[in-house]
């Protein structure tokens, strides 16, 4: 009878011993236990690709749990960043560069997410190429920023000097240029999208006719304008490899579905308070959403890197990174 009970106790012993193995496996990826991403994102275009991803995270259909936010400025997710208190996010193209040297290394660029969104339009005045600018002032907004030293870029590769052939008026916001621009006859401005959308919707007579990424392209045939990057810490990619590989996998998926399904996409970008669905549904096919890696991704991104130190070295926190500031996911 002593040697039964003992058989049972040992037998429940290790009953609890497997169990206790099991609810302890926390090791990420592994198991099945669920890992932790904390990611942010801008309310903008660089939120597009993500905004499915965040729906099926916030209804348990992802394979990671996903802690995201969304912030209405850059400043929020870099200092997220830096303190580490997050493990991803996505940002603009030279931020990622700026807290690349800030940080030592600490914060890499795993992927693209957005092209560029940069267009001209016009009203009342004939454009229909670059050289159709020269003589003509350009209202638009981010001076001392990238979108000035890529007007300025693609200006002076068409043979216009933007100091002498062209006025360039630049406003605060994109709402004070939009103001100016519908009060007058005529005019050409610079936007992003979804602003470019915002403005053909308040003045109709106002129709796209450059997309600066397309001229960019025409320049630089191995590199593009990049808005948006998602960047990654360091330390959590090199000890959370399975999560970082199923998060790719999970954006990519979200990525693609947000230009496959155009309407759905408007309508979550709605739902999360990014864009309204009435202008998003027009913006998206032309916000460039994209998820590149690899050997393109470093292409686009050095060669985009290289015209904006040229043009100012603090746009990228100054100093060139070199390609350590890749992440490849293997």
Known sequence: MKRKILSLILIFAMLVSLSACRGNNNTPGKGNEKSTVRIASMKGPTSIGLVKLYDDASNEKTSNDYDYKICGTADEIATGLIKGELDAACVPANLAS????????????????????????????????????K???????GQGTTPEYTLRHILSENNIDPDKDVTIEYMSEAAEVLQKASAMDSAVVML??????????????FETVIDLTKEWEKIHDDSSIVTGVLVV???????????????????KASSKNATANIEETASLLEKYDIIKAAIATKAIPYCNICFITGDEMISKVTGYFKVLFDASPDSLGKKLPDNNIFYIVK
């Open 98 to 133: 700026v807290l690349y040297n800030k940080t030592e290394g600490r914060i890499k660029i795993a992927a693209v997410n957005t092209l560029g969104v940069l267009y001209i339009l016009s009203k009342g005045i004939s454009v229909s190429s670059v050289a159709d600018l």
């Open 135 to 141: 003589g003509q002032t350009i209202y638009t907004t």
């Open 192 to 205: 992003p999208e979804p602003f470019v959308e915002v403005a053909k919707a308040k003045d109709p007579a």
């Open 233 to 251: 810490s360091e330390d959590f990619a090199s000890s959370n490899e399975n999560a970082l590989r199923t998060f790719f996998d999970e954006y």
